[in-house]
């Protein structure tokens, strides 16, 4: 069967494969759609991306996605400097950024603590986030990797490293979200909705 696939489909794959997030079969299908696209669509879509390679880049403060050396949340003067949100990625500052409720500053590790893909916290943007406290007037770090294992993990593993540096160290909340039904929420979320529950 490998024999009637075409060798440079079979590189594309592969490639696609070693992302993050992407197995041979989600690798396929994004190969197979970039094919069945317009010869012209499918160029510009290559031509985007190689000028996002040449153009985007973590910012040098905080590691955000940006097209500057200085990203404009790290730029931008008004932002409470004393408040540092963790992410695992761009996306999620991006989507906190959405809300409008947050007015500090962040910071991307790039990724979360994961034994079983052999990521160790040398492979993550930790280290400068404790320069990052340590130079500046930070008095709270929010700690918002995701809702896993393994975010959980690497909020623990942050929260060791910060607890003595006598600043406030927060964990965004999370349970049940809004319009969902008790009955199916599994028991993981259930119990998160407990534990973080508010007084009204």
Request: net charge negative.
């Amino acid at each position: 069967m490998d024999k009637i696939i075409p060798e440079t489909l079979k590189k594309v794959v592969e490639e696609i494969s070693n992302l993050p997030g992407y197995g041979e079969k989600s690798a396929q299908r994004l190969a197979v759609n970039v094919l069945s696209m317009p010869r012209g669509e499918a160029l510009n879509l290559i031509k985007i991306f190689m000028e996002m390679l040449e153009k985007v880049h973590p910012c040098k403060e905080c590691g955000i996605y940006t097209e500057e050396e200085i990203c404009p949340v790290c730029s931008d003067e008004e932002r409470d400097r004393s408040s540092i949100c963790v992410v695992e990625e761009s996306f999620d500052a991006f989507a906190i950024e959405r809300t409008r409720k947050y007015r500090g500053l962040y910071h991307v590790i790039g990724g979360r603590l994961s034994p079983l893909e052999e990521i160790t916290a040398e492979d993550l943007n930790i280290e400068s986030l404790i320069r990052r406290v340590e130079k500046y007037p930070v008095k709270e770090v929010i700690l918002a990797t995701n809702p896993t294992v393994e975010g959980e993990a690497t909020a623990s593993y942050i929260y060791n490293l910060l607890k003595n540096k006598g600043i406030t160290i927060s964990r965004i909340a999370y349970g049940l979200p809004f319009g969902a039904v008790l009955e199916n929420a599994d028991d993981f979320t259930l119990s998160k909705a407990l534990e973080h529950k508010t007084p009204i």
